[in-house]
């Protein structure tokens, strides 16, 4: 099993900024890639940004410029940051981790609320 922590969500008004923290119980670097989802109230989760083990990331176009996925393997910390927010980002916000054995299993963590409002 995986215990992720998401932190760091709130209320913020229309081009704030908000950072969001995921804390991983296990190294980072088991993973095959980490990331970050967003669930709004009645839809479906969609990806919003991911880091693979490599490095690489891969952000939704929605997001893009406006928000920075990264890691610290020191920390098994995940973080979003989040600028220019929009009353559209408002969701829960899911950190994932991947991780690859005989088969690809994916944990999540409970997730954080962002609200984005003036």
């Known amino acids: 099993q995986v215990r992720l922590v998401e932190s760091g969500g709130g209320l913020v008004q229309p081009g704030g900024s908000l950072k969001l923290s995921c804390v991983s119980d296990r190294s980072l670097f088991d993973f095959h890639a980490v990331g970050w989802y967003r669930r709004v109230l009645g839809g479906q989760r969609e990806m919003v940004a991911t880091?693979?083990?490599?490095?690489?990331?891969n952000y939704t176009d929605s997001v893009k410029g406006r928000f920075t996925v990264s890691r610290d393997g020191y920390t098994n910390t995940i973080y979003l940051q989040m600028n220019s927010l929009k009353v559209e980002d408002t969701a829960i916000y899911h950190c994932?981790?991947?991780?690859?054995?005989?088969?690809?299993?994916?944990?999540w963590g409970r997730g954080t609320q962002v609200t984005v409002s003036s």
């Open positions: 880091i693979t083990k490599g490095g690489v990331k």
């Open positions: 994932s981790a991947d991780l690859i054995s005989v088969a690809t299993t994916r944990y």
